[in-house]
Structure formats: structure tokens, C-alpha cells
T-cell receptor
Framework: DGGITQSPKYLFRKEGQNVTLSCEQN?????MYWYRQDPGQGLRLIYY???????QKGDIAEGYSVSREKKESFPLTVTSAQKNPTAFYLC?????????????FGDGTRLSIL | GNSVTQMEGPVTLSEEAFLTINCTYT??????LFWYVQYPGEGLQLLLK?????DKGSNKGSEATYRKETTSFHLEKGSVQVSDSAVYFC????????????FGKGTLLTVNP
């Protein structure tokens, strides 16, 4: 079945540590996105990528980094510079980055601080 | 900038009740509108969409009509079930600089047997 796979489902970070969240899709989608979800809030865009080897900052990119070396993969690194990383992180993809195309989401990674 | 406003929850209904979740938006241009649903511990699933004025999106007994004159996209379902308990998000994308998907804050629906 085609879909978006995020791993791990749960992740714990120690102080001063960088952690990387994985996102893989086999939908052959061009565009991929990372969102952060906090309790009682909507989703906020961290980074997005329209094509391989290119990505743009979203609304809350500080303390995060991404890469897009392959079409299928868009890993997110939460760096030690992100002072409040505890959240639910969602990866999404769409056929193209056009207004009428919906985004398809993975099941998320819940990140907590030890 | 773009924004989406949803009715605040939580909403608690009994099975077979009628559901309405209000959603209004502010956007430049002519956005596409979406409803997503999030079940506990999962990601978001697309429920329905509408891409132009007067379009009606529908899926699994839920529907919403794109009303340009009132800038609204209210979600309705005629008879809810316990399995409909989830968080519902209204969202829009427009033809702006990066086609960003803008979400409302979500509405928690609990359906009791």
C-alpha cells in the first residue's frame, strides 16, 4: 500500500542532543512538509520541499533542519537550539505543491524531553 | 494573511445526533478548502475538500459546502457514531507564495453511545 511512514513513533531527547525524525513516502509525491502540533493548537509549518535538493522555511523553522536528497525521504532534525521541542511532529506530502491538491499525512512522531 | 477559525470544542453528542462544526476563513485570492480528521494517536486523514465556490465536498456521510459569500465551510453529518469521535481540522490553501496549508485549531468531537 502507498503511504507515508514516520519513525520512530515515540522519541526521547536529552538536553543538548540533536535528534532526527524519519519520513518516507512511496506515493511518488513531489512535495513534502513537516508540521508541529501542540495541544489545543492547529498545525504549524516547520519546513517544506517542492523538489529534491530544495527546501524552504515555514513559520517556525528556528531550531530545526531538514534535507531532501531523495524524492522519497524528508528527514527532520530537531537541534539543541530548539528550546521547547516537546510536541507531536507530522510529515505530509502532496502530488504537487498546488492549491487544490490535498496533503497526505503520516501517523506522526511524539517527541519528549528526558 | 490567511486564517481559519473553527468553533471551539469540545463538542459532545449522543449517537445518531446531527453534527455541525463551523468554519470560517480569511484568505487572499480563491483558496481550496479542506476538512481533516485526526483519530487519537494518529496523523491527519483527509475527510473532504472543495476547490471552488459552491462546490460541495462529501465523504463517509459528512459534507461541507464552499460558501464564498460568507467565507465559510461548515462541516455537517446527519447521524454520528461513536467511531466519529476525533479532532476535526478545517484548512485552506491558496495560490499565494508557497501554497501553505493553513489550519484551524481543531475541534474535539466526542460521541457517546
Amino acid at each position: 500500500d502507498g503511504g507515508i511512514t514516520q519513525s520512530p513513533k515515540y522519541l526521547f531527547r536529552k538536553e543538548g542532543q540533536n535528534v532526527t525524525l524519519s519520513c518516507e513516502q512511496n506515493l511518488n509525491h513531489d512535495a513534502m512538509y513537516w508540521y508541529r502540533q501542540d495541544p489545543g493548537q492547529g498545525l504549524r509549518l516547520i519546513y517544506y520541499s517542492q523538489i529534491v535538493n530544495d527546501f524552504q522555511k515555514g513559520d517556525i523553522a528556528e531550531g530545526y533542519s531538514v534535507s531532501r536528497e531523495k524524492k522519497e525521504s524528508f528527514p527532520l532534525t530537531v537541534t539543541s537550539a530548539q528550546k521547547n521541542p516537546t510536541a507531536f511532529y507530522l510529515c505530509a506530502s502532496s502530488i504537487q505543491d498546488t492549491p487544490n491538491q490535498p496533503q497526505h499525512f503520516g501517523d506522526g512522531t511524539r517527541l519528549s524531553i528526558l | 494573511g490567511n486564517s481559519v477559525t473553527q468553533m471551539e470544542g469540545p463538542v459532545t453528542l449522543s449517537e445518531e445526533a446531527f453534527l455541525t462544526i463551523n468554519c470560517t476563513y480569511t484568505a487572499t485570492g480563491y483558496p481550496s478548502l479542506f476538512w481533516y480528521v485526526q483519530y487519537p494517536g494518529e496523523g491527519l486523514q483527509l475527510l473532504l475538500k472543495a476547490t471552488k465556490a459552491d462546490d460541495k465536498g462529501s465523504n463517509k456521510g459528512s459534507e461541507a459546502t464552499y460558501r464564498k459569500e460568507t467565507t465559510s465551510f461548515h462541516l455537517e453529518k446527519g447521524s454520528v457514531q461513536v467511531s466519529d469521535s476525533a479532532v476535526y481540522f478545517c484548512a485552506l490553501r491558496d495560490g499565494g507564495s508557497n501554497y501553505k496549508l493553513t489550519f484551524g485549531k481543531g475541534t474535539l468531537l466526542t460521541v457517546n453511545p
